[in-house]
């Protein structure tokens, strides 16, 4: 249990500067929007629930996300470094939960 707290923390840390960053119009309230691809693909948007970091599987990404780029990436958004597929399979698993 004290393994997951750093993450959690680590989580609101990234979902802080989402917030603080100039925001777009198009995401709703209790979402916010992340880019996903590997580096040799270009990124695309997606919009997801806040609820996500509360799972373990989305936090691994975050993680990973967190050891690619690091906090402070140079476009300002939050990117996840994973195959758009992976992505897609991940949150279909997560919004069938």
Known sequence: MGTRLPVIFQAKQIIRRVILAPIATDVPKGHFAVYVGDNQTKKKRYIVPIA?????????????AEEEYGYHHPTGGLTIPCNEDLFINLTSK????
């Open 94 to 97: 997560l919004n069938s939960t």
């Open 52 to 64: 996500y970091l509360n799972q373990a599987s989305f936090q691994q990404l975050l993680s990973k």
